[in-house]
């Protein structure tokens, strides 16, 4: 008795051990997935802004501005002095006084203009003393430019300026009867081209200057918007813009127009690439919804003009302006707008109105992120602090200062799963690219190219490996001799001891290079494979009976085996003849200039063929228990009632194993869809979207690996990273979830087997 209680008491400690064992273990992935999903949560908040900050300034102040450290705040008077926010003043080494007008550009580019008609541009330098322990700050005025005299002659109104970063420069001035002067400074000969001149009838409400100098835009007293490009200030096409427009302003890069119109509208215009194409062929061209005639020209968007047509030798191909269209419509302020303010470093800008109001948007996402009254008087100028974490504003006789914590402007659900307009592109896309050459790059981070490249590796290593894995399944458990059941079996599952990263080794440097070398015999004994396999057992089942069995078991594979061995032969001795014959030699040329299809070493082919070698031990294990498992009464009933061994397999092994092969298949596919080197190694992590076997794809788990070693901690990328591995674990929750769903519902079904 003693030791039975001994024993129920090991039972229950025992049983104690396991349950706590296993609630721990749920509870810590749980918490890992919790962790996860709470890194990607800050990317959805909205921007908040700070206290109120307000300071007294002269009337006269013209501009306003604060340091990359948002230590300092200063405005530019009309006597050229610079004021402190506490009050004290330095003036500027400037050559001509009073300034007439003035304007603040990103990348602090300050330019104005003065009563005698001259036009300077540079930026203020601020630089700290430190003098028996207090710090002193002294600003300098450093000129990028000589000094512009347009002359006195007319009554300057305003002025503003640009510079590309690379010692190129335009100014534009313009007068109150309508008259607007433009001059570009170049920097290696360091002399102003000869001023080009436009008229607007109106008179001039606002001019703006791309950041790339090719585009200035100017906004009449009646509302109309004028883009013209430099140097001969030629009109620019725009398409759905606002009738009455107040301000217009580039933001950073200068391929985006923020408008805003006098009702408070806000809108987004891009400038949109066009190609002139040009048909010397003798049949029409279709290109989208535009037909191009023999010996006609027609201007199109440059991605209606594929690969096929621009490697042919009758068109001609050659640049046309753009045009500005309208992409996006964002929620308006409440007043007419006086000021717009871009970012220094986002496609974020500044709103200011008649009635105190400014609101910060966001370009790209199209939101607007706040919106609020900071003054009683009309907002005269607004600046953006350099790192975007602030604001300055001139709002009647004071200067007003404000924090803003805006650390995820450019993500928002439609940026991340639905297609957005971004500048150089004729319509909106799926875009996955995070970096880029210059500071005027806008990260581009739709999570749907990441998705499909998953699904699409997963589609082709599926079609590989699971008819494959369960056909083998099956013949390995119910038709195959005894001595090949023992062979087969274990090394198969050998196969699943292979490192990934060795599997994407070999895939990426032994296979790419064989199947690009031998790409059209792969092709065509993919195809001829399967049509020997069927070819020889139908030769099997139409071979004399007495010839079937006097063979031993398993002679049949002799038959298979030999097929195979010879459809691989007759491939590979003709490929090459043929390829010379049809394609000329060369078939990935003829893919390229005749159908327009790129080929890429690292493909779909060599991901299916990789990934699907590593699947198949999965599904091919899993499946084989399966069929396995089916009780040996039921298969010796079928074959005792007249059935061939291939009838019993087929018509009860298979159903009565149904649940166990589907599960198969579902942890097959969620193995292929978290699947990392391989993929890493031999897709070529292109983000492309189309089903081309040729091409190449990035997935979430390979996007993962490679980024966030050099995502910043809290960054938007890194927040966005985390945010692919909480949608990946969610897939992989889907799958496992679906499959004991379905198999549930399969053993209830077949229950009687």
């Given at each position: 008795?003693?030791?039975?209680?001994?024993?129920?008491?090991?039972?229950?400690?025992?049983?104690?051990?396991?349950?706590?064992?296993?609630?721990?273990?749920?509870?810590?992935v749980?918490?890992?997935?919790?962790?996860?999903?709470?890194?990607?949560?800050?990317?959805?908040?909205?921007?908040?802004?700070?206290?109120?900050?307000?300071?007294?300034?002269?009337?006269?102040?013209?501009?306003?501005?604060?340091?990359?450290?948002?230590?300092?705040?200063?405005?530019?008077?009309?006597s050229?002095?610079?004021?402190?926010?506490?009050?004290?003043?330095?003036?500027?080494?400037?050559?001509?006084l009073?300034?007439?007008?003035?304007?603040?550009?990103?990348?602090?580019?300050?330019?104005?203009?003065?009563?005698?008609?001259?036009?300077?541009?540079?930026?203020?330098?601020?630089?700290?003393?430190?003098?028996?322990?207090?710090?002193?700050?002294?600003?300098?005025?450093?000129?990028?430019?000589?000094?512009?005299?347009?002359?006195?002659?007319?009554?300057?109104?305003?002025?503003?300026?640009?510079?590309?970063?690379?010692?190129?420069?335009?100014?534009?001035?313009?007068?109150?009867?309508?008259?607007?002067?433009?001059?570009?400074?170049?920097?290696?000969?360091?002399?102003?081209?000869?001023?080009?001149?436009?008229?607007?009838?109106?008179?001039?409400?606002?001019?703006?200057?791309?950041?790339?100098?090719?585009e200035?835009a100017?906004?009449?007293?009646?509302?109309?918007?004028?883009?013209?490009?430099?140097?001969?200030?030629s009109?620019?096409?725009?398409?759905?813009?606002?009738?009455?427009?107040?301000?217009?302003?580039?933001?950073?890069?200068?391929?985006?127009?923020?408008?805003?119109?006098?009702?408070?509208?806000?809108?987004?215009?891009?400038?949109?690439?066009?190609?002139?194409?040009?048909?010397?062929?003798?049949?029409?061209?279709?290109?989208?919804?535009h037909?191009?005639?023999?010996?006609?020209?027609?201007?199109?968007?440059?991605?209606?003009?594929?690969?096929?047509?621009?490697?042919?030798?009758?068109?001609?191909?050659?640049?046309?302006d753009?045009?500005?269209?309208?992409?996006?419509?964002?929620?308006?302020?409440d007043?007419?707008?006086?000021?717009?303010?871009?970012?220094?470093?986002?496609?974020?800008?500044?709103?200011?109105?008649?009635?105190?109001?400014?609101?910060?948007?966001?370009?790209?996402?199209?939101?607007?992120l706040?919106?609020?009254?900071?003054?009683?008087?009309?907002?005269?100028?607004?600046?953006?602090?350099?790192?975007?974490?602030?604001?300055?504003?001139?709002?009647?006789?004071?200067?007003?200062?404000?924090?803003?914590?805006?650390?995820?402007?450019?993500?928002?659900l439609?940026?991340?799963?639905?297609?957005?307009?971004y500048?150089?592109?004729?319509?909106?896309?799926?875009?996955?690219?995070?970096?880029?050459?210059?500071?005027?790059?806008?990260?581009?981070?739709?999570?749907?190219?990441?998705?499909f490249?998953?699904?699409?590796?997963?589609?082709?290593?599926?079609?590989?490996?699971?008819?494959?894995?369960?056909?083998a399944?099956?013949?390995?458990?119910?038709?195959?001799?005894?001595?090949?059941?023992s062979?087969?079996?274990?090394v198969?599952?050998?196969?699943?001891?292979?490192?990934?990263?060795?599997?994407?080794?070999?895939a990426?440097?032994?296979?790419?290079?064989?199947?690009?070398?031998?790409?059209l015999?792969?092709?065509?004994g993919?195809?001829?494979?399967?049509?020997?396999?069927?070819?020889?057992?139908?030769?099997?089942?139409?071979?004399?009976?007495?010839?079937r069995?006097?063979?031993?078991?398993?002679?049949?594979?002799?038959?298979?085996?030999?097929?195979?061995?010879?459809?691989?032969?007759?491939?590979?001795?003709?490929?090459?003849?043929?390829?010379?014959?049809?394609?000329?030699?060369?078939?990935?040329?003829?893919?390229?200039t005749?159908?327009?299809?790129?080929y890429?070493?690292?493909?779909?082919?060599?991901?299916?063929?990789?990934?699907?070698?590593?699947?198949?031990?999965?599904?091919?294990?899993?499946?084989?228990?399966?069929?396995?498992?089916?009780?040996?009464?039921?298969?010796?009933?079928?074959?005792?009632?007249?059935?061939?061994?291939?009838?019993?397999?087929?018509?009860?092994?298979v159903?009565?194993?149904?649940?166990?092969?589907?599960?198969?298949?579902?942890?097959?596919?969620?193995?292929?869809?978290?699947?990392?080197?391989?993929?890493?190694?031999?897709?070529?992590?292109?983000?492309?979207?189309?089903?081309?076997?040729f091409?190449?794809?990035?997935?979430?788990?390979?996007?993962i690996?490679?980024?966030?070693?050099?995502?910043?901690?809290?960054?938007?990328?890194?927040?966005?990273?985390?945010?692919?591995?909480?949608?990946?674990?969610?897939?992989?929750?889907?799958?496992?979830?679906?499959?004991?769903?379905?198999?549930?519902?399969?053993?209830?079904?077949?229950?009687?087997?």
């Amino acid at each position: 008795m003693g030791r039975l209680l001994t024993e129920k008491r090991k039972d229950r400690a025992a049983r104690l051990v396991i349950r706590v064992g296993g609630i721990l273990v749920i509870l810590v992935v749980v918490a890992i997935v919790a962790n996860i999903g709470l890194e990607a949560l800050p990317l959805f908040g909205g921007a908040t802004a700070g206290p109120l900050e307000r300071f007294d300034v002269p009337a006269d102040a013209l501009l306003a501005g604060s340091d990359p450290r948002r230590e300092i705040v200063w405005v530019l008077i009309r006597s050229g002095e610079v004021v402190f926010a506490g009050g004290e003043r330095q003036p500027l080494q400037l050559s001509a006084l009073p300034i007439v007008a003035a304007d603040l550009e990103v990348h602090n580019v300050v330019s104005f203009v003065d009563s005698a008609g001259t036009v300077s541009v540079g930026d203020l330098r601020f630089r700290d003393r430190w003098v028996d322990g207090e710090r002193t700050t002294q600003v300098r005025w450093r000129a990028l430019a000589e000094p512009l005299a347009l002359g006195e002659d007319r009554a300057w109104q305003g002025v503003t300026a640009n510079a590309d970063g690379e010692g190129g420069l335009v100014a534009a001035a313009w007068s109150a009867g309508g008259d607007v002067l433009v001059a570009a400074w170049d920097g290696d000969d360091e002399a102003w081209s000869e001023p080009s001149r436009t008229f607007v009838r109106a008179g001039v409400s606002s001019v703006a200057i791309a950041q790339d100098l090719g585009e200035v835009a100017v906004v009449g007293n009646d509302g109309r918007l004028s883009v013209l490009r430099l140097p001969g200030l030629s009109p620019l096409d725009l398409d759905g813009g606002p009738d009455s427009i107040a301000v217009a302003r580039f933001l950073i890069g200068g391929g985006s127009l923020v408008v805003a119109g006098q009702d408070g509208a806000v809108r987004v215009m891009l400038e949109v690439p066009r190609v002139k194409v040009a048909n010397h062929g003798e049949d029409r061209l279709r290109l989208g919804h535009h037909t191009v005639e023999v010996g006609e020209t027609a201007t199109v968007f440059d991605d209606q003009v594929g690969q096929r047509l621009a490697s042919r030798t009758d068109v001609v191909l050659s640049a046309a302006d753009p045009i500005w269209q309208v992409v996006r419509v964002l929620d308006p302020i409440d007043a007419k707008p006086t000021w717009i303010a871009p970012a220094h470093r986002r496609r974020g800008f500044l709103v200011g109105g008649e009635d105190g109001t400014v609101a910060l948007y966001y370009s790209t996402s199209g939101r607007r992120l706040i919106m609020g009254r900071w003054s009683e008087s009309s907002i005269r100028t607004v600046a953006m602090d350099p790192k975007g974490d602030g604001a300055v504003v001139l709002a009647g006789p004071d200067l007003l200062r404000r924090a803003i914590d805006n650390p995820h402007p450019e993500v928002s659900l439609r940026t991340l799963f639905l297609p957005v307009w971004y500048e150089g592109y004729a319509r909106p896309h799926w875009v996955w690219q995070t970096t880029g050459g210059s500071d005027a790059f806008e990260p581009k981070m739709s999570l749907w190219p990441l998705i499909f490249g998953t699904l699409k590796a997963t589609l082709y290593a599926m079609l590989f490996s699971v008819p494959l894995a369960l056909m083998a399944a099956v013949y390995v458990s119910q038709l195959a001799p005894s001595w090949l059941q023992s062979t087969v079996k274990p090394v198969v599952e050998l196969m699943a001891a292979v490192p990934s990263v060795v599997v994407g080794f070999l895939a990426a440097l032994w296979l790419a290079p064989r199947l690009e070398a031998a790409l059209l015999a792969t092709l065509i004994g993919a195809a001829a494979l399967p049509a020997a396999v069927l070819l020889a057992l139908g030769l099997w089942r139409v071979a004399p009976e007495r010839l079937r069995k006097g063979l031993p078991d398993g002679g049949e594979l002799v038959l298979h085996i030999g097929s195979v061995a010879g459809v691989v032969a007759a491939v590979f001795l003709l490929a090459d003849p043929v390829e010379a014959w049809l394609f000329g030699g060369d078939f990935q040329r003829h893919l390229f200039t005749e159908w327009g299809v790129r080929y890429d070493p690292r493909n779909s082919i060599v991901v299916g063929l990789g990934l699907g070698f590593a699947v198949i031990p999965v599904i091919f294990s899993i499946a084989e228990d399966a069929c396995s498992a089916v009780p040996e009464s039921l298969v010796n009933a079928s074959r005792a009632l007249g059935a061939t061994r291939w009838q019993t397999a087929v018509r009860l092994v298979v159903p009565a194993a149904s649940p166990g092969l589907f599960a198969a298949v579902m942890l097959g596919l969620g193995r292929a869809v978290g699947e990392t080197m391989i993929v890493l190694m031999a897709a070529g992590n292109t983000p492309l979207l189309d089903l081309s076997l040729f091409n190449g794809m990035r997935t979430m788990s390979a996007a993962i690996a490679v980024e966030i070693p050099e995502a910043p901690v809290g960054s938007t990328l890194f927040r966005v990273l985390f945010l692919t591995g909480t949608l990946l674990f969610l897939f992989t929750l889907a799958v496992t979830t679906a499959a004991d769903v379905v198999g549930t519902y399969l053993r209830r079904r077949y229950a009687r087997f």
